[in-house]
């Protein structure tokens, strides 16, 4: 349920309208125009309302400030209180709908296949790049990601990156190997372009990542098991339902 005494009275604004309610396994994360023209900050935000553990919002509240600080693109935090996040509200498409598009047999998913290579295996490499660099600056330590679902990066006039409560020491090969699993087993799972995509994925990143070669094709086989183990979970429960 949308915060709406914590949103009113930390903006401080009572004329707004909740405009989605986007997909999250593990909050509530909603868009929201604001009406009231006063106000210090862009009028469309996004309110992420946090049902996991009080560390893993005070983690993703100093990962987003201090990144932002670092001049990664990241939405801008504007308030915080009572585990709830208002930020920047990122207009563009998530990577997984850009790989969507991808894949549909018309000439705008030719053009979007071009597009689809470029935020992947430039764009997101490189954004990471920083992202290890700066987090390593922040913390001391080795960050990764650990959620690193296509979902959690928008593709607008630059590519951002929303969400870090799940953020951990590892290492890269992991995140890495995880991110090659996703793409190949999105839905239409393992066509020949994503096989493709993959194989230029690993190219690129061995040595933009200085990756252990050997470590990362092993993280890859971990998680496509993993994947596998999750489906087929998934699928008997399905099951179950339609048995009674």
């Known amino acids: 349920m949308f915060p709406y005494k914590v949103f009113e009275k930390t903006t401080n604004i009572s004329k707004y309208t909740v405009d989605e309610k986007y997909q999250s396994k593990k909050n509530e994360v909603y868009r929201v125009t604001c009406i009231e023209g006063n106000i210090s900050f862009n009028k469309c935000v996004v309110v992420k309302n946090f049902m996991q553990s009080y560390s893993s919002f005070q983690k993703e509240v100093h990962l987003l400030t201090?990144?932002?600080?670092?001049?990664?693109?990241?939405?801008?935090?504007?308030?915080?209180?009572?585990?709830?996040?208002?930020?920047?509200?990122?207009?563009?498409?998530?990577?997984?709908?850009?790989?969507?598009?991808a894949e549909e047999k018309t000439p705008e998913g030719r053009l979007m296949k071009y597009r689809a290579e470029k935020y992947v295996t430039y764009d997101l490499l490189n954004w990471l790049k920083s992202f290890y660099c700066y987090s390593k600056t922040i913390t001391g330590k080795k960050i990764i990601l650990k959620d690193i679902h296509l979902r959690n990066f928008i593709a607008g006039e630059v590519l951002v990156g929303v969400d870090f409560e799940s953020c951990t020491e590892g290492e890269v090969e992991e995140d890495i190997g995880k991110l090659c699993a996703f793409i190949a087993t999105y839905d239409p799972q393992w066509t020949p372009w994503k096989i493709s995509l993959v194989e230029k994925l690993k190219k690129s990143a061995i040595p933009l990542l200085s990756l252990d070669k050997d470590a990362?094709?092993?993280?890859?086989?971990?998680?496509?098991k993993l994947i596998k183990e999750r489906r087929k979970s998934k699928n008997n429960q399905t099951i179950d339902k339609n048995t009674y």
């Not at 932002?68 to 208002?86: N, Q, S, T, W």
């Open 66 to 101: 201090e990144l932002y600080k670092h001049g990664l693109a990241v939405p801008r935090v504007y308030r915080v209180e009572d585990k709830c996040i208002i930020m920047e509200c990122i207009m563009g498409k998530t990577l997984v709908d850009v790989l969507n598009e």
């Open 216 to 224: 990362l094709e092993k993280e890859i086989s971990n998680e496509l």
